[in-house]
C-alpha cells in the first residue's frame, strides 16, 4: 500500500530536550515536505526537500532541522524545543514531474506538545 | 509572493443542500490550485487540482471547482452535501515556473454539514 508513515503519532516532552519526529514513504518521490498545523492558521511548510541531499528552507524554518540522506526518509528535528512548537505536524510526499507540482500524499500527523 | 485567503473559516450547512467554499489566491505569475480535505483526527487527502485546462475541474465525492483568473478565484461547490462531508476543506497555491513545489496552503474552512 502507498503511503506515508510517520513515528511517533503523539509525543510529549520537556523543553530543551531533542527529539527527532521520522517520515518514510514507500512511492519513491522525489520531493517531501513538513508542514505544522496550528488552530486558525492553517498548514505551514517547515522544510522540503527536491531529493536526496537537496533541502531548503520553508515558511517557518526557525527551531528545525531536516536532513534527507535516503530517497524514502525525511526526518524532523527539534534540537531544542520550546513550548511555541507545540502543534500538529504532517510530513508529506509527491513526485515531481517536469517541475509540474503533483499530488501530495500526507501521513497521518504528528501531535507534539512541549512541555 | 503567492498567498491564499479562504473567505470562510466555518461554514454550516443541512444535508443535502448545495455548499460553496471560497478561496482567493494572490500571485503575480500564473498558478496551481488545489483543494485538500482533512477529515476528524487524519491526514490531508486531496479533492481535485487545477493544472491547466479546462477551468472546470472535478473532484472525488463529487466535489467541482472553477479556476477564475480574472478574479483570481477557485471556490469549491457541491450541490448537494452528506453528514459526511463534514471536514476541513483548505485551498492551496503553488506558482509556475519555481524551482521547488512550494505549497501555500489557505487557513482552511470547517463545513459542518447537519441533518
Known amino acids: 500500500e502507498a503511503q506515508v508513515t510517520q513515528n511517533p503519532r503523539y509525543l510529549i516532552t520537556v523543553t530543551g530536550k531533542k527529539l527527532t519526529v521520522t517520515c518514510s514513504q514507500n512511492?519513491?518521490?522525489?520531493?517531501m515536505s513538513w508542514y505544522r498545523q496550528d488552530p486558525g492558521l492553517g498548514l505551514r511548510q517547515i522544510y522540503y526537500?527536491?531529493?536526496?541531499?537537496?533541502?531548503d528552507k520553508g515558511d517557518v524554518p526557525e527551531g528545525y532541522k531536516v536532513s534527507r540522506k535516503e530517497k524514502r526518509n525525511f526526518p524532523l528535528i527539534l534540537e531544542s524545543p520550546s513550548p511555541n512548537q507545540t502543534s500538529l505536524y504532517f510530513c508529506?510526499?509527491?513526485?515531481?514531474?517536469?517541475?509540474?507540482?503533483?499530488?501530495?500524499?500526507f501521513g497521518p500527523g504528528t501531535r507534539l506538545t512541549v512541555l | 509572493a503567492q498567498s491564499v485567503t479562504q473567505l470562510d473559516s466555518q461554514v454550516p450547512v443541512f444535508e443535502e443542500a448545495p455548499v460553496e467554499l471560497r478561496c482567493n489566491y494572490s500571485?503575480?505569475?500564473?498558478?496551481?490550485l488545489f483543494w485538500y480535505v482533512q477529515y476528524p483526527n487524519q491526514g490531508l487527502q486531496l479533492l481535485l487540482k487545477?493544472?491547466?485546462?479546462?477551468?472546470l475541474v472535478k473532484g472525488i465525492n463529487g466535489f467541482e471547482a472553477e479556476f477564475n483568473k480574472s478574479q483570481t478565484s477557485f471556490h469549491l461547490r457541491k450541490p448537494s452535501v452528506h453528514i459526511s462531508d463534514t471536514a476541513e476543506y483548505f485551498c492551496?497555491?503553488?506558482?509556475?515556473?519555481?524551482?521547488?513545489?512550494?505549497?501555500?496552503f489557505g487557513k482552511g474552512t470547517l463545513l459542518t454539514v447537519n441533518p
Open positions: 508529506a510526499s509527491s513526485s515531481g514531474l517536469a517541475g509540474v507540482p503533483d499530488t501530495q500524499y
Open positions: 512511492m519513491n518521490h522525489e520531493y
Open positions: 492551496a497555491v503553488s506558482e509556475h515556473g519555481g524551482s521547488n513545489y512550494k505549497l501555500t
Open positions: 526537500s527536491m531529493n536526496v541531499e537537496v533541502t
Open positions: 500571485s503575480s505569475v500564473s498558478v496551481y
Open positions: 487545477y493544472l491547466s485546462g479546462s477551468t
